[in-house]
């Protein structure tokens, strides 16, 4: 495991750095091939951005959170897709390409909602803060997705899944990060 410090990659992003973003994801790749890994998970959504930067200078394979969840998706039926996550991320094709390619549809939340979703990652949830209120806010932009005809939702952010479950999402909850961290087991169990 290895990560480089938050603050470089924010720095990246908010500068629309993808290549910055590619450099940190080597320095990590590297130290972690010479630690002997097989290949490689990035569990951050949004940084997958920047795999294809990434993949050709890599000296191990990475997995892709969002081939995981589409193969998911696709092994459970389902056909359309609410996307939840950071800005950079739901306004990205990082999603939608993996998804398309399986046959898979998908619907983003609109401009106000995303804002919303984003303010609440950023200035609560990585904080910690739980807030009634945001678990409303996400329940509402998941029961519109379902109002546009998705059958399930991704909780492509890390810290969306400390609020949001399948308990009490309006959709079937695609948490992405576990669903990487399963499919990273199995390739470490099974090659």
């Known amino acids: 495991m290895h990560t480089q410090p938050l603050s470089e990659y924010v720095r990246c992003l908010v500068q629309d750095d993808w290549e910055g973003v590619a450099e940190l ?27 294809p930067a990434v993949e050709p200078r ?4 990475s997995m892709h959170i969002a ?4 193969d998911h998706a696709a092994e459970r039926g389902f056909r359309r897709l609410g996307l939840t996550g950071m800005r950079w991320l739901v306004e990205s094709d990082v999603y939608p390409d993996k998804l398309t390619a399986r046959g898979i549809d998908y619907v983003r939340p609109d401009d106000a909602e995303l804002e919303e979703i984003n303010r609440i990652i950023t200035d609560e949830l990585i904080f910690g803060v739980f807030k009634p209120e945001a678990v409303a806010h996400h ?7 379902k109002d546009k005809g998705c059958d399930s939702v991704v909780l492509s952010c890390t810290e969306i899944p400390l609020i949001m479950n399948a308990s009490n999402s309006p959709l079937p909850t695609l ?7 399963r499919a990273a087991l199995r390739q470490a169990v099974h090659g």
């Open 25 to 51: 994801m080597l320095a990590s790749a590297d130290k972690l091939a010479k630690a002997g890994a097989d290949f490689l998970i990035c569990p951050g959504n949004t940084l997958h951005q920047a795999l």
């Open 139 to 145: 329940q509402r932009v998941i029961a519109r997705m």
């Open 58 to 61: 890599s000296p191990v394979p």
């Open 175 to 181: 948490d992405s990060t576990r669903l990487l961290a």
């Open 67 to 70: 081939e995981v969840v589409a």
